[in-house]
């Protein structure tokens, strides 16, 4: 990878892993110490895996490899880990996580003297790698956050001094774009442009989820040599779910016309037919679940929307800042509550083999596009005992 044709993060990545693989090849010098800086954990995972390569036998990984964090071990246990031979391995590789623990609760005094003293003196038969990834670094450093600016700053006044700085900084789309056309072609297939556009832009360039989604369309398209747009939309979840979002976005404006459209796209899309009904009630379930957890946690960025929603229950990236406007249309959780009703009167009914499903689901999206009547009688009793 050139610097002239990746952007910053893989191309700090690139010369990490050239660095380590001359080192372990005899053909260059090793640091006794990295520091990787940054979230973008498709890259941390890269340059792992290049150390692992290099230094850390499998047979011996019990021996040689060791994943240390400092919120629960400090400093001294780690730099001791360092300094202490193996009887079985004649190499130390050492991960430490957690590193932003070295700068909080106040001062270290202690620790920075023991890492100098360390770093004089290193052991040449262990490598210290301090992952920094409490530290966001943008594409575009110029839209680097203050507060992450002065992290970078105080570990490059600190670790950096002893140990090289390895700045991981997010993928732009380009980069994501490229990355998925050179890495189909080393497998033998091609991407066409506007397929590699819409698996970046409907994954938010998240680069762990665009690897694993490639590996699914290189084996769903094995034989082709070819990976066209339908071959995404048909095989990304994230793709199918942007008319799906489109969808939402209508039924909480209670534009019903558009939503009515907008559900006939998906139908006539979909080589299923009638039969993914259930596929698209479920993802309706989902998203009306997702905004009721914004509306009760009072999300209004998308920052703090991957605190509210835990793993596998998050929208794609590109989604986020359209779902928490869709959220806050609904003034309180009753009218999220009444579609989640709604919802599962419909899963019920296309159970329930009906003559025609696609009846179903357009009744479903008229109501849940529709103002709620006033509930009265029996059904207001059981309303108030859903919302508790």
């Given at each position: 990878m050139s610097g002239?044709?990746?952007?910053?993060?893989?191309?700090a990545a690139g010369r990490f892993v050239a660095e380590i693989e001359a080192a372990a090849a005899g053909k260059g010098e090793l640091k006794p110490g990295y520091v990787l800086v940054g979230d973008e954990t498709f890259l941390l995972d890269r340059c792992r895996a290049a150390v692992l390569k290099a230094f850390v036998p499998e047979e011996l990984r019990d021996f040689c490899l060791s994943d240390m964090d400092l919120s629960s071990a400090s400093i001294f246990e780690v730099l001791d880990r360092a300094q202490s031979p193996s009887l079985m391995a004649p190499f130390q590789a050492v991960f430490v996580r957690n590193v932003k623990q070295l700068y909080t609760r106040g001062a270290k005094k202690d620790?920075?003297?023991a890492l100098e003293r360390y770093f004089r003196s290193p052991n040449p038969q262990a490598l210290i790698i301090f992952v920094a990834d409490f530290v966001r670094i943008p594409s575009d450093l110029r839209r680097m956050e203050m507060d992450d600016k002065n992290r970078f700053e105080r570990l490059t006044e600190t670790l950096g001094q002893h140990c090289g700085m390895v700045e991981l900084a997010r993928v732009n789309e380009d980069?994501?774009?490229r990355w998925v056309a050179?890495?189909?072609q080393e497998q033998g297939a091609r991407v066409d442009p506007d397929a590699a556009r819409e698996l970046v832009d409907a994954l938010g360039a998240d680069m762990m989820m665009i690897s694993s989604e490639l590996e699914k369309l290189l084996l769903y398209t094995l034989g082709k040599g070819r990976i066209?747009?339908?071959?995404v939309e048909t095989m990304v979840l994230s793709a199918k779910q942007r008319s799906l979002y489109e969808l939402t976005d209508a039924i909480s404006a209670r534009d019903r016309a558009k939503a009515l459209a907008l559900l006939q796209g998906l139908l006539n899309s979909s080589d299923a037919g009638e039969d993914a009904a259930i596929g698209h009630l479920y993802m309706l379930a989902r998203t009306f679940r997702q905004m009721l957890v914004i509306l009760e946690k009072n999300v209004r960025d998308s920052r703090a929307i991957w605190q509210a929603l835990w793993q596998g229950f998050r929208?794609?990236?590109?989604a986020a800042d359209d779902l928490i406007r869709q959220a806050r249309r609904f003034k309180s959780r009753r009218g999220l509550t009444r579609a989640l009703r709604l919802i599962a009167r419909a899963d019920l009914e296309l159970r329930s083999s009906p003559p025609d499903k696609r009846l179903v689901l357009e009744r479903l999206v008229y109501e849940l596009a529709s103002e709620p009547k006033p509930a009265s009688g029996i059904f207001a009793s059981d309303q108030l005992s859903f919302e508790g």
């Open positions: 002239a044709r990746w952007g910053a993060g893989f191309t620790e920075f003297v980069d994501a774009m050179a890495t189909a066209t747009l339908g071959d929208m794609p990236p590109f």
